[in-house]
């Protein structure tokens, strides 16, 4: 037919006109019925797209205004799929309310969350945590909040506060020298509590009171076993966890495990001249220093044995072929032996009126441990406990080694077990602890008359090390004298490159990437006057074995002797003549008064031990890096990588795949069985000068320098496509990148190879 139906009041079907009746079935077959109006309660919907507002529930019908995508709008009505809502909007600071119609394709109900059901904010203890890969941190718990900063994986936060699965975190860093803590939002999945492990001192210590050993230093594992009091533990190590809790990883039965150190307290080691000693009962030979090891042998009531080393209140002897320890509290001096007189022709002489024995001239003495003061001897009442550190003088000793000595006003004896003698007759022997009339002229002017044209890093410092002295209460001198030392007059590379004096952080396997990286010269002495005073010079630190220079022993194998030895040379350096060299330089820049040390004042005050500074080594674009262990997840055996930067603390930024990582299970003292660096190179040797990058390795032209590099800089060596170093047929220069990507030729004699 081809026609066209026209559906009207006269409606055309076929040609014909039916005047407006319709046939038979038409309305069923053709005649649409107009949507109906609903109504319904209140609902809110949120537009999932900018949307028209229109005057009608149709495209034709005119447009009202465009409605933001996320907007509220309210609707009571629809008409098929078109809604009749009410939009308020702000305008010239009123509120402004439009009603009309849009598509309902472009809406979804809000959804609100009662009061109830709703996250809530839950506050704990300060802890903290580390970021697991690069985050954005933002300024409220949702991933539409501003980005405040983005933090980088192995970044160190702490957090107190969270709201659902959102953190808000406190990070702390250094911007411009100066520490800058910003604080935001960091969703959970991104951050995990961090224990900060510490290599530590080998110490001893004892339970204190009933205490439970975990398997990671923390109490949210069930204990792997509970100890009695006064059983001793070793230990090489510490944990802070992350919330704060120090705790110490320890061995026990061939386990490692963690305690915590509130439920302990050091011991200390002492070694002394052989002495014997009774059993007052029957008892054990323990394996190790508590009664929970290993008996290995009954030793009877009565029996002598004898002992030169205690850990704690435990002796080590050996008995019957069998060595372990056994404890203080069975132990007594045995009973003396009488003297039986051999016939004499002559008369006896008379005895002495007392049993002290003149065998000292004054001598001065260090107290190694908190020390009884007792009215006569062994068994005889306390008049005082004089305090481990302390120096005191004894002119007399009794015949079983007690001193007669005279402290805080009192006059008693001390047993010659807890002493080690000195004396006192040049620098080696002041206590560091007194302040130096030393000048900063002085200082200077030595260090001038002794660089003889080298670059220093000491020149004109005189007055930093006077601060620091005073700062922290350490003798200036000293000071200036270990610095002048160790760093060769502030000439070594360690100094020139990285500030660092004293060698803190140096391997002997890394010694310049090991090395600390310091802001300043003075920054450096700071943090070395405070970690002398507070671990060193400290009584209570670590390495304290008298606050003096002191002197080393070792025996024919070279093992420190602690009992033949004394002061800050048995711990800080293994050549034995190191507190004399310190000693030399002091009195070089002024002479030893001995009447001044003799009255000055000793500054007690103990500062808190410093951390590892901040700082790090950023190396050039492209060092290339082999794996020679599984180094992380992401870094496998075998596995070649870029390293970007080192830290401090030795943890290493590397690139794999396009991603960073902060890597910190590379050790640096023995970085041969992890890394094998390929093609790092530093500038050394050229002294004051540049070391020249030249375009060809002629160097009688002068028109071929490229480029040039300080000293100490490092430099990208060149790799061919087998990761071999690229040179010169004479194998004399690299072939080096610069950072502005131009390549060139160094000499091999000014250029050192790192980590190789």
Request: charged letters at 20%; one cysteine or more; glycine letters at 8%.
């Amino acid at each position: 037919m081809g026609k066209v139906m026209v559906l009207s009041t006269g409606l055309v079907f076929g040609g014909l006109s039916t005047g407006g009746a319709l046939p038979f079935g038409f309305n069923q077959l053709y005649q649409v019925e107009a949507a109906s109006l609903v109504s319904f309660s209140k609902t809110s919907y949120e537009t999932k797209d900018n949307l028209r507002m229109r005057t009608g529930p149709s495209t034709k019908d005119k447009t009202v205004l465009t409605i933001p995508k996320g907007k509220e709008v309210t609707s009571t009505q629809k008409k098929g799929d078109w809604y009749k809502v009410s939009y308020t909007y702000k305008s010239k600071g009123k509120n402004v309310t439009k009603t009309g119609w849009v598509s309902g394709s472009y809406l979804k109900k809000k959804v609100y969350i009662s009061k109830s059901s709703a996250p809530k904010t839950v506050t704990f203890t300060k802890t903290n945590y580390s970021i697991s890969t690069n985050v954005n941190m933002r300024t409220g718990a949702s991933t539409s909040s501003k980005i405040v900063l983005t933090l980088k994986k192995g970044a160190t936060v702490t957090s107190k506060e969270k709201l659902g699965k959102w953190f808000k975190v406190s990070y702390t860093y250094t911007s411009k020298g100066k520490s800058v803590t910003k604080s935001g939002w960091v969703h959970g999945d991104y951050v995990k509590e961090y224990n900060q492990y510490t290599k530590t001192s080998a110490a001893y210590y004892f339970t204190k009171r009933t205490s439970k050993l975990y398997s990671s230093p923390d109490t949210k594992k069930q204990a792997v076993v509970s100890l009695p009091s006064q059983n001793g533990l070793y230990s090489n190590q510490k944990a802070v966890n992350s919330i704060g809790q120090t705790w110490y990883r320890v061995s026990f039965n061939g386990k490692s495990l963690y305690v915590n150190s509130s439920d302990v307290s050091k011991g200390s080691v002492k070694t002394f001249s052989k002495k014997d000693y009774q059993l007052k009962q029957d008892t054990y030979v323990f394996s190790s220093y508590g009664a929970v090891y290993a008996k290995l042998i009954k030793i009877p009531k009565g029996t002598i044995v004898s002992s030169v080393t205690s850990i704690g209140d435990w002796f080590a002897v050996t008995y019957q072929g069998k060595k372990g320890y056994v404890s203080a509290a069975s132990l007594q001096s045995p009973p003396k032996t009488p003297v039986v007189s051999k016939p004499t022709e002559k008369p006896a002489e008379k005895p002495a009126e007392t049993p002290n024995l003149n065998t000292k001239d004054g001598s001065s003495y260090l107290v190694t441990d908190d020390l009884n003061m007792r009215q006569s001897g062994a068994g005889t009442p306390v008049l005082a406990v004089i305090p481990k550190g302390t120096t005191v003088k004894s002119a007399e000793k009794t015949a079983d080694d007690w001193y007669r000595v005279t402290y805080s006003g009192k006059t008693g004896y001390v047993s010659g077990d807890y002493l080690k003698e000195y004396e006192i007759t040049d620098y080696r022997f002041i206590d560091l602890r007194t302040k130096s009339s030393v000048t900063a002229k002085q200082i200077n002017d030595y260090i001038a008359a002794n660089v003889n044209g080298r670059p220093s890093v000491l020149l004109n410092t005189g007055q930093a090390f006077i601060d620091a002295g005073n700062k922290f209460g350490v003798n200036a001198l000293y000071l200036a004298a270990h610095a002048i030392h160790e760093s060769g007059y502030g000439t070594s590379n360690i100094s020139l490159g990285k500030k660092n004096l004293f060698g803190y952080g140096a391997y002997d396997a890394a010694p310049f990437i090991g090395a600390y990286r310091f802001s300043s010269v003075a920054a450096c002495i700071n943090y070395v006057a405070q970690k002398m005073k507070s671990d060193y010079l400290n009584p209570n630190g670590t390495h304290f074995e008298g606050p003096f220079l002191g002197y080393l022993t070792k025996d024919s194998k070279g093992t420190r002797i602690p009992s033949k030895s004394i002061g800050m040379n048995f711990w800080y350096a293994s050549d034995s003549n190191w507190g004399n060299k310190i000693a030399q330089h002091m009195q070089k820049i002024l002479a030893y008064d001995k009447n001044y040390y003799g009255k000055a004042a000793i500054n007690t005050n103990v500062p808190a031990s410093p951390g590892i500074p901040a700082g790090s080594d950023k190396f050039p674009a492209g060092i290339q890096v082999k794996a020679n262990k599984d180094l992380s997840s992401e870094v496998k055996k075998g596995t070649i990588f870029t390293m970007l930067e080192k830290s401090n603390d030795f943890k290493v930024l590397v690139n794999v795949n396009k991603k960073d990582y902060w890597l910190s299970s590379i050790r640096f003292d023995k970085y041969k069985e992890y890394i094998s660096v390929l093609n790092l190179g530093r500038v050394s040797g050229v002294g004051t000068d540049l070391l020249n990058v030249r375009s060809t390795t002629d160097t009688s032209k002068k028109d071929n320098i490229i480029g040039t590099l300080p000293l100490n800089s490092y430099v990208q060596l060149v790799l061919d496509s087998k990761q071999k170093l690229i040179m010169d047929k004479d194998q004399k220069w690299y072939q080096v990148k610069l950072s502005n990507g131009k390549l060139g030729w160094a000499s091999k004699v000014y250029i050192t190879k790192e980590l190789p």
